[in-house]
């Protein structure tokens, strides 16, 4: 135990520095400073041995505190990317991560950032990166950034219309992108979320020929290691198409069926427990919502719901579901009408209709002269959010109560928000700026 309390010296940048091993210990293994420690986690060298290193002092004064107390204390006038530089370095960036903001939730989030775009005209779609950066789809362009809000090179397709987009991991973005006319292009390929380069160029075949498609929403199995989309070929192929993560070959292929509207999906969504993909293809893209859910090996429809067949006497509301999310915890598919009401659809059964929850006069505070723009939902450790014009609604517990909003004073509607990375990221239609919301981390006592 002596090992771990002894002292260890170092000068940085010319300044004098002293700690003890049970204070790198908390740098972990993986650490530049945890590896001057032997399996014992004792210092390697004798202790009056001094560690010489060419970096800025003052940036390892912060981080040594760090190790020290658990807090993060940034001085006013040092950059907040100097210390994340520094932190890279010494393989901190994690702990400064999470001393500067905690455990995603909801009920907590507080306004980080606002980062205006860098592309002429709205963005259609923002997505959240496993490690709290972000890419943001602008008609043809991509631009992404890294969790220090820093924009990297961004991903052009040459006047391809973006469809989807959407992170295998840190390090990769798949595009998904309209077909030309006459142009033979389009499809789905993965680039580098560094530098923008292309690596791969997925390939759909039909009766093990190459054929050109249209790709549309995303989805993923990272556990499976599968990726989906729903696509649209010239000859009425339209249906989901599935690739290995790691060969980048197509492994399957659920082509439409009738009543069964696949290849123009607005959303897909991979749920664990069920082995199974939603698929839902909503309004407007379609006069009829169709949502179902897909087994691949099963090679079918095994749950399905649409609005096709309601009464000549259903309200209005049931004929216009917006969008849709699964609910895993509840067994049941959450969706959205024009009138911002929530609905849920049990997937118990096979003959339930929506069961409808006004909340509309709780949340809509549409603005004179505001853009609208269609609700979104998505759930993450089961707390159920949901955007309405110039906010994001977020409930809660099993009667799903509105427990808190998030909302900003400028930017006009939100058009599309994600989860990802302990970040919420919402993209609004009017300016061209994104929001980031981040939980604060829990003062230690």
Known sequence: MAGRKCRVRFNVGGKIFET??????????????????????????????????????????????????????????????????????YGLLDKVRAARWGAFDGNRLHLASSVSGRAPGDGTAIRAGPEGGCCVAHGSMVHVYDWMLEAHPPISLDFQQVNDVGYIDAGSIVITARERLGKGDGGMGVFSASTGELRHRFRVTHYDQVKSFTAGALSFSNADRKIFTSCKGRCNEYGIAVWDQDT???????????????????????????KCLMVATLFPRRDTSFIGLLDFRAKGVVWSWSDANASVSASLDEKRVLHATAVEETRSICVVNQYDDLGFIDLRSHAGGVRWSSRSKLMNRKAPNEESCYPKLATHDGQLFCSMNDGISVFCGPEWVLTSTLRRSFGGSICDFSIGGDRLFALHSEENVFDVWETPSSPII
């Not at 123009?264 to 664990?272: E, G, H, N, S």
């Open 248 to 274: 980048g070959e197509q492994v399957d292929f659920f082509y439409e069926q009738l009543d069964c509207s696949l290849g123009d999906a607005d959303k897909l969504q991979w749920l664990d427990a069920d």
């Open 20 to 89: 003890t091993a049970t204070t790198l210990a908390n740098a972990g293994r993986n650490s530049m400073l945890g590896a001057l420690l032997d399996e014992s986690w004792n210092v390697r060298q004798p202790e009056e041995a001094e560690y010489f290193i060419d970096r800025n002092p003052a940036c390892f004064a912060v981080l040594l505190d760090l190790l020290r107390t658990g807090e993060l204390h940034i001085p006013p006038n040092m950059p907040e990317k100097l210390l994340f530089r520094e932190a890279l370095f």
